[in-house]
């Protein structure tokens, strides 16, 4: 039985689920009365004729072990691949050798998920408050639509309300209020792409804002080759390493797929939580320090791209994958890397297929370049709202307030 590894958080250690918790304790019951010859003097449950009662042992179950021991099930992470595993061995209990192959293959899954999952812990909880280190996570939140309310006519079901996104950046040290999450939250008519351009802009803004010059930084990004995966977020982070000098090292990790609730999410969870319980008829109601993202947890704040009420636009969407390439080589085999570490020296990068395998060299570099400061990527200017979109958006402005119907078909 696995204890809490101490300063390693909440950690569970999860049994194999081949079985369920009523599965173990059914073949629990038949070892019993295996071993011992006379039945009767352990059959404690009368009416089930069970050794031992269900009660007893779910009872022993929740006070010994369920802080840190669970049954591996579809509710932790539904991935893919774990449930798909699960399911073949589940069919084929009939069969040996395949039952080994495929146990074997599901517990290197899992091994890979649980040792990813510990680094990440042990980054989130003890790398964070060290001097000189930041670690960062970042993702993308399902969109929220508004207007939002309690009484919905049917006819809204018909048609696609303002559309909302939330990207979250977690600055994953454990303040007093837990971690800290900077949400951008980009209103329909200043979107662009939900690709690289966008996630580089808002965290090269963060960066900028929040984030000191001179740290060792690390950084937790999820699968998705659009928006982190990808030549060009990695591209980024050599710049402001390796020409710009900004950071003394930045580490990247890519969450196991299949396997990617981190702390953005626990952030976005409450956010959802807070906004399905609420009225947001615009995005007014989402901002500020009465808004629903400040009110859905201390440590979710908000970052509009433009302040609907002030008129202040907060940060600029900019041409990445215009201006990186000429610099950088476009990272074949990105798909397998893990780990990315950047070092200011050189023109290579290490990276890894998986935690504990060794580093790769990878010339990212196209050659030692002289790169002007003062050069920038160009602005992109948001595409705003089309004529039939403004249409349909306008049958919505009927059911909100006098003060939030700026901000339903039009764009501010
Ligand atoms: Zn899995």
Avoid at 237 to 247: E, F, R, S
Avoid at 265 to 280: I, M, P, Q, V, Y
Avoid at 314 to 341: A, Y
Wanted: proline share 4%; net charge neutral; glycine share 6%.
């Amino acid at each position: 039985m696995a204890l809490p590894n101490p300063g390693v958080g909440p950690e569970k250690f999860l049994l194999p689920a081949v079985f369920t918790l009523s599965e173990l304790y059914e073949s629990y019951c038949t070892h019993l009365k295996k071993c011992v010859s006379d039945v009767s003097i352990l059959i404690t449950d009368k009416k089930s004729d069970k050794p031992v009662s269900w009660g007893k042992v779910y009872e022993h179950w929740k006070t010994n072990y369920s802080t840190y021991c669970n049954v591996w099930g579809q509710r932790d992470g539904c991935c893919e691949k774990c449930c798909l595993k699960t399911q073949e061995i589940k069919d084929c209990k009939n069969d040996p050798n395949k039952l080994e192959l495929l146990t074997k293959e599901l517990e290197e899954h899992r091994n890979l998920a649980t040792t990813a999952r510990k680094t990440y812990n042990e980054h989130r909880i003890n790398t964070a408050k060290e001097d000189g280190k930041v670690v960062i996570s970042l993702d993308f939140a399902e969109n929220l639509m508004v207007p939002h309310l309690s009484n919905i006519p049917s006819t809204f079901y018909f048609r696609t309300k303002r559309k909302i996104d939330i990207f979250g950046i977690c600055n994953e040290e454990i303040t007093e209020n837990g971690s800290i999450q900077l949400n951008y939250v980009i209103d329909e008519p200043f979107k662009i792409e939900k690709g690289a351009n966008a996630v580089i802009s808002m965290f090269d803004h963060y960066l900028a804002n929040y984030v000191e010059k001179g740290k060792s930084l690390v950084i937790y990004a999820d699968n998705c080759c659009a928006q982190n995966k990808n030549q060009y977020f990695i591209g980024y982070l050599c710049y402001l390493v390796k020409i710009l000098k900004q950071y003394n090292e930045i580490e990247l990790y890519f969450m196991v797929v299949g396997h990617t609730k981190f702390s953005p999410d626990s952030h976005f969870g409450n956010l959802k939580t807070r906004f399905s319980k609420a009225k947001c008829q615009s995005i007014v109601d989402l901002l500020g320090e009465e808004g629903i993202i400040h009110k859905s947890a201390t440590n979710n704040k908000a970052l509009p791209y433009k302040d609907p009420l002030t008129l202040k636009k907060n940060f600029e969407w900019k041409d990445w994958k215009g201006f990186l390439p000429s610099k950088f080589n476009n990272c074949t085999n990105i798909g397998k890397w893990h780990v990315v570490k950047i070092q200011s020296f050189g023109l290579n990068i290490s990276v890894a297929k998986s935690l504990g395998e060794p580093f790769e060299e990878y010339k990212i570099m196209k050659g030692e370049l002289m790169i002007d400061e003062n050069e920038q990527p160009s602005i992109l200017e948001p595409k705003g709202l089309g004529e039939p979109r403004k249409e349909e958006l306008e049958y919505f402005e009927q059911f909100v307030d006098s003060e939030h119907k700026l901000f339903i078909k039009d764009t501010y």
